[in-house]
């Protein structure tokens, strides 16, 4: 058995640039490929679309756990931002770049795990999901749920490396996004009274939104959000506007559906006698593994941690709702600073969770 140096594999794999939708993920898949290769590994690289592509390996037979992230990165944004660039560096024990801790580290964490089981003595399977596209629309998972169906054929388990500061996370919040449009009456800006002002309906309805009180809470998730995140409307200045729009994003908690946010934002609008059209769209559950779950108790076993909840979405709940994966969330990264300028992971949680993981294989697979 040789060891990985884990710090190198995460700098390797953010020095690949795969922002999602401006760069796709060959490059990084490619790597990850050789490096499979290079441990006797055999994998498929699939693509749902050009250069969008995921990589998958399954080792062993029988009852499968599968350990999951994604390869994809949010953009890199304004340069200029970046203290220490965008590309991998190391300093006072961080690691910089985009994708440290969202989700290179724990990808990398995952592969420096692997030469610390042995392939040819395995009670049951491992399967491996480094996946695309999760930061837009889950599309590299949702293909391959759909299209490689027998890859999760008796795979109970899962854990989904995305950033939880060594914590185990076993719940999250669903979302959906609600899309309403005002309707009001154009007319002449000098004239504003042979109009209705479609931008003051919704502004009064917006300040009513802030107001909306959320009756259901999770013991581990709290309660519910809102937030109004797009507004446009009107065409000239000189010009009553007869249409606003905004877009909703409603974070929900367990007891909480689309049809439940959606009734609630009626209601306000009805109360206001604002005529509108409403939408819902990118629906996502709310997602809560029990305490007693096997996986959860695996992975305690191994990493002294608290258990906790996301305000944010993984797809430990697409592979629960989809394939029947019961799967906790653990990995390296640290939450507060993805998605920002000088992302980083710390090194020393690249370091602990390589050995984590390392221990979950070999207490599963051997």
């Not at 299209?147 to 490396?161: D, K, Q, T």
Request: proline share 3%.
């Amino acid at each position: 058995m040789h060891s990985i140096d884990v710090v190198k594999l995460t700098s390797d794999l953010v020095n690949i640039r795969s922002q999602s939708e401006y760069d796709g993920e060959a490059g990084v898949a490619k790597y990850i490929t050789e490096y499979l290769d290079d441990l006797g590994i055999v994998s498929e690289t699939t693509e749902f679309s050009k250069g969008r592509c995921s990589v998958t390996a399954s080792i062993g037979k029988g009852e499968g756990l599968m350990l999951n992230g994604h390869i994809d990165t949010v953009p890199i944004g304004d340069e200029r931002k970046w203290k220490y660039g965008t590309e991998a560096k190391a300093v006072n024990g961080k690691l910089y770049g985009r994708g440290t801790s969202d989700m290179k580290g724990g990808v990398a964490a995952i592969l420096a795990s692997l030469p610390s089981i042995s392939k040819s003595h395995l009670r049951r399977r491992l399967l491996l999901t480094f996946v695309a596209d999760e930061e837009v629309s889950s599309r590299g998972s949702e293909w391959l749920i759909k299209n490689r169906p027998m890859l999760f054929n008796r795979v109970r388990y899962g854990i989904v490396a995305e950033p939880t500061d060594m914590n185990v996370q076993v719940a999250q919040k669903g979302h959906v996004v609600v899309d309403v449009t005002a309707k009001g009456l154009s007319a002449h800006g000098s004239k504003p009274e042979l109009g209705h002002n479609a931008i003051v309906d919704m502004s009064k309805f917006i300040m009513s939104l802030g107001r909306l009180k959320f009756k259901t809470r999770d013991r581990v998730l709290g309660k519910g959000t809102v937030n109004v995140g797009r507004i446009s409307g009107g065409t000239a200045v000189n010009i009553v506007p007869d249409l606003c729009e905004i877009s909703i994003d409603r974070r929900l908690v367990p007891g909480e559906t689309d049809t439940i946010a959606s009734s609630q934002i009626k209601s306000i609008l009805n109360s206001l006698g604002i005529s509108y059209e409403i939408k819902t769209r990118g629906y996502r559950k709310p997602f809560a593994l029990k305490p007693d779950s096997y996986i959860v108790r695996l992975l305690r076993s191994i990493v002294s941690s608290n258990l906790t909840g996301s305000t944010g979405y993984t797809e430990a709940e697409l592979y629960n709702a989809k394939a029947g994966i019961e799967c906790v969330v653990f990995g390296p990264g640290t939450k507060n600073i993805i998605h920002k300028p000088d992302e980083y992971v710390s090194i020393l949680n690249l370091e602990k969770s390589k050995k984590y993981f390392s221990m979950v294989m070999q207490k599963w697979c051997i």
